[in-house]
């Protein structure tokens, strides 16, 4: 049987639970389980219902021991429900859930009904932790069946405990705000950044909306710029200190950053003078590349080499809060009075279709930077 597993988090790597090692794995492919052709002989109590999910039932379990994915699961009388989809939690409170078969609802179910497993559907406990080490020296040992071929029962990969509480959380809470218990200390940390980029754009707007020569919201926007930062960099330290991350941290993060080092700087840029068409049409560029980047950061920061810590070795591209350069140089052209209609170098192409201003071009560059995939800029 084959388990699959994922473990994404802002430090990388695989992380322990509050409650110890914990492990979470999905098993969709093939194998693992075999067409049964009849009820079996036995069956054994293995967990109660909870709630219902998309579609879905989610069940606590209650035997000491981790149903096969993909395993028939039972009512007492032996009538068939459905199969194991998922199993989650830490190991001292597990999770299963059933994906229903034709004819089955799962909300046709209330909290406390059982459901049956097979005894032949049924793993040691003991099969998903650590190992211990062998000691230095001891041969490792061949896998029957030839090199290439999956061991039916591979051991799942680790997961953190902290992701798979806060996904029952997200998925089962339905008061108004739930959501806010669902979210971690850097999560919090994390909207602070989202917060600041937001703030920047609404001082930008301000700006172009007041009398020019008053500069003080354009400083504000500027300003904000920095703050962001500090708190990107924060959340990061308070996952790893803390020993908690998430998934939704890791998407916050990346929103976040979008807002105040990608959308921000651009309507600064705007701000300051950068209006013609061929300009928007620029820093429009230069905001999606920041958001392709922060994508790919995503998708592929499990496959990057790592360090002892757990984290990547290096960027891929130049990370987007290197943008803050290019509001250090706007900070600077504000304090020469460099703004709208001086601008350093000026306007080209003038009334005409392609009018725009050459500096646009720093956005541009810093644009095809991030999305490079041969530039590669070590981790500090």
């Known amino acids: 049987m084959s388990f699959r597993g994922n473990a994404r988090g802002r430090g990388g790597g695989f992380a322990r639970g509050r409650g110890g090692d914990s492990f979470g794995s999905r098993g969709r492919g093939r194998g693992g389980f075999q067409s049964s052709y009849g009820p079996p002989a036995s069956i054994l109590e293995m967990g109660s219902f909870v709630h219902a999910c998309e579609g879905e039932m989610v069940c606590e379990s209650i035997n000491p021991k981790i149903p096969h994915f993909g395993a028939p699961m039972f009512l007492e009388n032996k009538t068939t429900i459905g199969r194991v989809e998922e199993v989650l939690g830490p190991i001292n409170q597990v999770y299963f859930t059933i994906k229903p078969q034709e004819g089955i609802v799962a909300t046709s179910f209330k909290s406390g009904d059982k459901f049956y497993i097979a005894s032949e559907k049924l793993l040691p406990l003991d099969r998903f932790l650590p190992k211990p080490k062998p000691p230095p020296g001891t041969p490792k040992p061949k896998r029957a069946g030839g090199a290439g071929r999956a061991d039916e029962d591979a051991t799942p990969e680790v997961h953190n405990g902290a992701q798979e509480k806060q996904k029952m959380l997200l998925s089962s809470d339905t008061g108004h705000f739930s959501m806010i218990k669902a979210l971690h200390l850097a999560d919090l940390i994390t909207e602070l950044n989202g917060f600041c980029g937001v703030m920047s754009i609404f001082s930008s707007m301000r700006y172009c909306l007041g009398d020019a020569s008053d500069t003080?919201?354009?400083?504000?926007?500027?300003?904000?710029?920095?703050?962001?930062?500090?708190?990107?960099?924060?959340?990061?330290?308070?996952?790893?200190?803390?020993?908690?991350?998430?998934?939704?941290?890791?998407?916050?993060?990346?929103?976040?950053?979008?807002?105040?080092?990608?959308?921000?700087?651009?309507?600064?840029?705007?701000a300051v003078g950068l209006r013609t068409p061929l300009d928007h049409l620029l820093l429009t560029f230069f905001v999606?590349?920041?958001?392709?980047?922060?994508?790919?950061?995503?998708?592929?920061?499990?496959?990057?080499?790592?360090?002892?810590?757990?984290?990547?070795?290096?960027?891929?591209?130049?990370?987007?809060?290197?943008?803050?350069?290019?509001?250090?140089?706007?900070?600077?052209?504000?304090?020469?009075?460099?703004?709208?209609?001086?601008?350093?170098l000026g306007v080209w192409a003038q009334g005409t279709w392609a009018e725009f201003?050459?500096?646009?071009?720093?956005?541009?560059?810093?644009?095809?930077?991030?999305?490079?995939?041969?530039?590669?800029?070590?981790?500090?």
Request: charged share 15%; with cysteine.
């Open 216 to 270: 003080g919201n354009l400083w504000a926007a500027l300003a904000f710029m920095p703050f962001g930062l500090f708190f990107d960099f924060m959340d990061g330290k308070v996952a790893r200190w803390r020993g908690k991350s998430s998934l939704m941290g890791q998407e916050l993060d990346s929103l976040a950053d979008l807002i105040s080092f990608g959308v921000a700087p651009a309507a600064a840029a705007f």
């Open 288 to 344: 999606l590349c920041g958001l392709t980047r922060l994508a790919r950061f995503n998708v592929t920061v499990a496959a990057l080499p790592k360090d002892k810590t757990g984290k990547s070795q290096y960027f891929e591209g130049t990370p987007i809060p290197t943008t803050l350069s290019i509001a250090a140089a706007m900070a600077y052209w504000v304090q020469q009075g460099w703004v709208l209609d001086d601008l350093p």
């Open 357 to 380: 201003h050459p500096i646009v071009g720093v956005f541009l560059i810093s644009g095809c930077l991030m999305i490079s995939k041969t530039l590669h800029i070590p981790k500090p």
